[in-house]
Protein backbone atom coordinates (compact mmCIF):
# COMPACT_ATOMS: atom_id res chain seq x y z
CA UNK A 1 0.00 0.00 0.00
CA UNK A 2 1.12 3.40 -0.69
CA UNK A 3 0.72 4.82 2.67
CA UNK A 4 3.88 2.54 3.61
CA UNK A 5 6.22 5.16 1.83
CA UNK A 6 5.29 8.07 4.38
CA UNK A 7 8.70 8.94 6.65
CA UNK A 8 9.00 10.71 10.03
CA UNK A 9 10.49 13.38 8.45
CA UNK A 10 6.92 13.75 6.08
CA UNK A 11 5.03 14.02 9.37
CA UNK A 12 7.46 16.59 11.29
CA UNK A 13 7.28 18.78 7.76
CA UNK A 14 3.17 18.48 8.35
CA UNK A 15 3.68 19.70 11.61
CA UNK A 16 5.66 22.50 10.90
CA UNK A 17 3.79 23.58 8.13
CA UNK A 18 0.29 23.35 10.47
CA UNK A 19 -1.06 20.66 8.12
CA UNK A 20 -2.30 18.61 10.80
CA UNK A 21 -6.19 18.78 11.81
CA UNK A 22 -7.97 18.25 14.41
CA UNK A 23 -11.42 16.00 14.41
CA UNK A 24 -13.76 15.78 17.88
CA UNK A 25 -15.50 12.35 19.52
CA UNK A 26 -18.61 14.12 21.61
CA UNK A 27 -19.03 13.18 25.23
CA UNK A 28 -22.55 12.98 25.76
CA UNK A 29 -24.87 13.07 29.09
CA UNK A 30 -26.49 9.21 27.96
CA UNK A 31 -29.86 10.43 29.81
CA UNK A 32 -30.37 13.92 27.65
CA UNK A 33 -28.04 13.94 24.65
CA UNK A 34 -26.40 16.80 25.95
CA UNK A 35 -22.83 17.46 24.77
CA UNK A 36 -20.62 17.44 27.86
CA UNK A 37 -17.25 17.61 26.71
CA UNK A 38 -15.31 16.52 23.45
CA UNK A 39 -12.17 14.87 23.10
CA UNK A 40 -9.32 15.86 20.39
CA UNK A 41 -7.99 13.16 18.12
CA UNK A 42 -5.45 14.73 15.36
CA UNK A 43 -5.73 13.52 11.71
CA UNK A 44 -3.23 13.99 8.49
CA UNK A 45 -5.22 15.21 5.81
CA UNK A 46 -2.50 14.21 2.89
CA UNK A 47 -2.19 15.30 -0.54
CA UNK A 48 -1.60 12.16 -2.08
CA UNK A 49 -2.93 9.66 0.55
CA UNK A 50 -5.99 11.24 2.08
CA UNK A 51 -7.22 11.70 5.49
CA UNK A 52 -4.71 9.42 7.73
CA UNK A 53 -5.32 8.49 11.40
CA UNK A 54 -3.42 7.16 14.33
CA UNK A 55 -2.43 3.55 13.30
CA UNK A 56 -0.06 5.23 11.04
CA UNK A 57 0.95 8.97 12.46
CA UNK A 58 1.70 7.02 16.22
CA UNK A 59 4.81 4.93 14.73
CA UNK A 60 6.22 7.99 12.43
CA UNK A 61 6.59 9.94 15.78
CA UNK A 62 7.87 7.06 17.49
CA UNK A 63 10.48 6.51 15.22
CA UNK A 64 11.14 10.38 14.60
CA UNK A 65 11.07 10.74 18.10
CA UNK A 66 9.74 14.42 18.35
CA UNK A 67 7.16 13.79 20.45
CA UNK A 68 7.23 17.20 22.04
CA UNK A 69 6.87 19.14 18.44
CA UNK A 70 3.86 16.47 18.18
CA UNK A 71 2.57 17.63 21.06
CA UNK A 72 3.01 21.13 20.90
CA UNK A 73 1.08 21.40 17.64
CA UNK A 74 -1.68 19.59 19.35
CA UNK A 75 -1.52 22.16 22.79
CA UNK A 76 -1.50 24.94 19.84
CA UNK A 77 -4.09 23.52 18.16
CA UNK A 78 -6.49 22.52 20.74
CA UNK A 79 -6.07 26.02 22.24
CA UNK A 80 -6.89 27.94 18.91
CA UNK A 81 -10.18 25.75 18.83
CA UNK A 82 -11.44 26.68 22.00
CA UNK A 83 -10.85 30.27 21.36
CA UNK A 84 -12.62 29.90 17.69
CA UNK A 85 -15.67 28.26 19.41
CA UNK A 86 -15.71 30.98 22.64
CA UNK A 87 -15.36 33.82 20.10
CA UNK A 88 -18.87 32.08 18.14
CA UNK A 89 -20.49 31.73 21.12
CA UNK A 90 -20.64 27.88 21.21
CA UNK A 91 -19.97 26.60 24.72
CA UNK A 92 -17.92 23.31 24.93
CA UNK A 93 -17.39 22.61 28.63
CA UNK A 94 -14.22 20.63 28.43
CA UNK A 95 -12.06 19.56 25.18
CA UNK A 96 -9.78 16.29 26.13
CA UNK A 97 -6.61 15.62 24.23
CA UNK A 98 -4.09 12.83 24.88
CA UNK A 99 -0.28 13.76 25.05
CA UNK A 100 2.78 11.45 24.87
CA UNK A 101 3.98 10.29 28.33
CA UNK A 102 7.43 11.47 26.97
CA UNK A 103 6.17 14.94 26.68
CA UNK A 104 4.77 14.91 30.29
CA UNK A 105 7.45 13.27 31.79
CA UNK A 106 9.93 16.26 30.80
CA UNK A 107 8.60 18.62 31.97
CA UNK A 108 7.89 21.16 29.83
CA UNK A 109 4.21 19.98 29.31
CA UNK A 110 3.05 22.67 31.75
CA UNK A 111 4.99 25.16 30.49
CA UNK A 112 4.11 24.73 27.19
CA UNK A 113 0.29 25.14 28.00
CA UNK A 114 0.64 27.73 30.20
CA UNK A 115 1.98 29.74 27.40
CA UNK A 116 -1.02 28.91 24.84
CA UNK A 117 -3.74 29.04 26.98
CA UNK A 118 -2.78 32.38 28.22
CA UNK A 119 -1.95 33.59 24.11
CA UNK A 120 -5.16 32.21 23.24
CA UNK A 121 -7.17 34.16 26.19
CA UNK A 122 -8.78 30.70 27.42
CA UNK A 123 -9.65 29.26 30.41
CA UNK A 124 -7.52 26.60 31.52
CA UNK A 125 -10.79 24.16 33.08
CA UNK A 126 -11.59 24.16 29.75
CA UNK A 127 -8.79 21.82 28.84
CA UNK A 128 -8.32 18.30 30.44
CA UNK A 129 -5.22 15.99 29.54
CA UNK A 130 -5.59 12.62 29.96
CA UNK A 131 -2.92 11.28 31.54
CA UNK A 132 -1.49 7.89 31.21
CA UNK A 133 -1.33 4.48 32.72
CA UNK A 134 1.36 4.22 35.65
CA UNK A 135 0.98 7.90 36.13
CA UNK A 136 0.74 7.73 39.98
CA UNK A 137 3.75 5.20 39.77
CA UNK A 138 6.01 7.57 38.03
CA UNK A 139 7.18 10.19 40.14
CA UNK A 140 7.77 12.49 37.08
CA UNK A 141 4.24 11.57 35.77
CA UNK A 142 2.65 12.43 39.55
CA UNK A 143 4.59 15.89 39.42
CA UNK A 144 3.28 16.38 35.93
CA UNK A 145 -0.37 15.84 36.68
CA UNK A 146 -0.06 17.76 39.86
CA UNK A 147 1.43 20.92 38.49
CA UNK A 148 -1.19 20.61 35.87
CA UNK A 149 -4.06 21.04 37.96
CA UNK A 150 -1.97 23.98 39.63
CA UNK A 151 -2.65 25.73 36.59
CA UNK A 152 -5.99 24.86 36.59
CA UNK A 153 -5.67 22.47 33.34
CA UNK A 154 -7.90 19.15 33.94
CA UNK A 155 -6.61 16.16 34.18
CA UNK A 156 -8.56 12.09 33.31
CA UNK A 157 -7.17 8.70 33.66
CA UNK A 158 -7.70 5.17 33.20
CA UNK A 159 -5.73 4.46 35.77
CA UNK A 160 -8.88 2.91 38.39
CA UNK A 161 -10.76 0.65 35.68
CA UNK A 162 -9.00 -2.16 37.07
CA UNK A 163 -8.21 -1.11 40.63
CA UNK A 164 -10.95 0.94 41.19
CA UNK A 165 -10.35 0.95 45.31
CA UNK A 166 -7.71 3.17 44.61
CA UNK A 167 -9.48 5.87 42.54
CA UNK A 168 -9.83 8.24 45.43
CA UNK A 169 -7.13 10.55 43.98
CA UNK A 170 -7.13 14.06 42.10
CA UNK A 171 -8.35 13.22 39.07
CA UNK A 172 -11.17 15.39 37.27
CA UNK A 173 -12.31 12.74 34.99
CA UNK A 174 -12.18 8.84 35.91
CA UNK A 175 -12.19 7.24 32.44
CA UNK A 176 -13.59 3.62 31.96
CA UNK A 177 -12.14 1.73 29.00
CA UNK A 178 -13.75 -0.26 26.26
CA UNK A 179 -13.17 -3.90 27.63
CA UNK A 180 -14.52 -3.01 31.20
CA UNK A 181 -17.70 -1.15 29.11
CA UNK A 182 -18.06 -4.15 26.52
CA UNK A 183 -17.86 -6.52 29.88
CA UNK A 184 -20.79 -4.93 31.43
CA UNK A 185 -22.65 -7.48 28.88
CA UNK A 186 -21.01 -10.75 29.68
CA UNK A 187 -22.95 -12.87 31.77
CA UNK A 188 -21.56 -13.46 35.18
CA UNK A 189 -18.92 -10.53 34.57
CA UNK A 190 -18.10 -8.16 37.71
CA UNK A 191 -17.51 -5.18 35.94
CA UNK A 192 -20.77 -3.77 37.00
CA UNK A 193 -19.69 -3.96 40.35
CA UNK A 194 -16.12 -2.22 38.94
CA UNK A 195 -18.24 0.57 37.14
CA UNK A 196 -20.25 1.38 40.44
CA UNK A 197 -16.92 1.45 42.46
CA UNK A 198 -15.62 3.94 40.06
CA UNK A 199 -18.44 5.85 40.28
CA UNK A 200 -18.86 5.77 43.81
CA UNK A 201 -14.87 7.04 44.44
CA UNK A 202 -14.90 9.61 41.66
CA UNK A 203 -18.07 10.57 43.99
CA UNK A 204 -15.94 10.96 46.91
CA UNK A 205 -12.95 14.14 45.02
CA UNK A 206 -16.42 15.37 42.94
CA UNK A 207 -14.95 13.74 39.78
CA UNK A 208 -16.76 12.85 36.53
CA UNK A 209 -17.36 9.54 35.01
CA UNK A 210 -17.08 9.02 31.38
CA UNK A 211 -16.59 5.59 29.67
CA UNK A 212 -15.14 5.00 26.23
CA UNK A 213 -15.28 3.01 23.05
CA UNK A 214 -19.07 3.24 23.72
CA UNK A 215 -20.75 1.03 20.68
CA UNK A 216 -24.26 -0.06 21.49
CA UNK A 217 -27.67 1.41 23.18
CA UNK A 218 -27.22 -1.84 25.30
CA UNK A 219 -23.29 -0.89 26.92
CA UNK A 220 -24.86 2.69 27.39
CA UNK A 221 -27.94 1.41 29.13
CA UNK A 222 -25.58 -1.38 31.62
CA UNK A 223 -23.55 1.90 31.91
CA UNK A 224 -26.11 4.36 32.74
CA UNK A 225 -27.96 1.38 35.34
CA UNK A 226 -24.11 1.10 37.39
CA UNK A 227 -24.20 5.07 37.80
CA UNK A 228 -22.07 6.23 34.75
CA UNK A 229 -23.96 8.21 32.85
CA UNK A 230 -21.32 10.56 30.45
CA UNK A 231 -20.43 8.22 27.34
CA UNK A 232 -18.28 8.44 24.12
CA UNK A 233 -17.66 6.12 21.08
CA UNK A 234 -19.20 5.03 17.83
CA UNK A 235 -23.14 5.07 19.33
CA UNK A 236 -22.92 8.31 18.61
CA UNK A 237 -20.86 8.27 15.34
CA UNK A 238 -17.35 8.79 14.31
CA UNK A 239 -15.43 11.75 15.19
CA UNK A 240 -16.44 14.76 13.64
CA UNK A 241 -14.80 18.10 12.31
CA UNK A 242 -15.27 21.24 14.34
CA UNK A 243 -18.18 22.49 12.40
CA UNK A 244 -19.63 19.25 12.12
CA UNK A 245 -19.61 19.40 16.25
CA UNK A 246 -21.78 22.38 16.00
CA UNK A 247 -24.71 20.81 14.01
CA UNK A 248 -24.62 17.94 16.55
CA UNK A 249 -24.52 19.71 19.37
CA UNK A 250 -27.35 21.96 18.48
CA UNK A 251 -29.41 19.59 17.22
CA UNK A 252 -28.53 17.30 20.00
CA UNK A 253 -26.45 14.12 20.26
CA UNK A 254 -28.64 11.14 18.18
CA UNK A 255 -27.62 7.51 18.33
CA UNK A 256 -26.54 5.49 15.26
CA UNK A 257 -28.93 3.10 14.10
CA UNK A 258 -27.70 -0.42 14.91
Same mark, same amino acid.
Given at each position: MAIVRLR?????????????? $?Q???QVHAPTGKLVGVEAFVRWPH?????????????????GRFHLDFDRWVVNAVCEQVRN?? %???????IVAANLWAQTLRSGKAVDMLRERILAAGVSPKTIEIECPRGTLADKKLAETARRLRVLGVRTAS???????AAAA??????????? $???? +? +???????????? &??????????ARVVADSVESAEQE &???????????? %??????EVSAAELRTLASAGAKRVPA
Open positions: PDDLKRAIASDSLS $LFQPPAYGMIGPSDIIPLVEQWD %GEGFDVPEEFDRSPVDFDTLKIGYP $LARD +L +LVAGSSAGAAVA &AIVAAARTVN &AALVAAGCDIVQ %GYLYGP
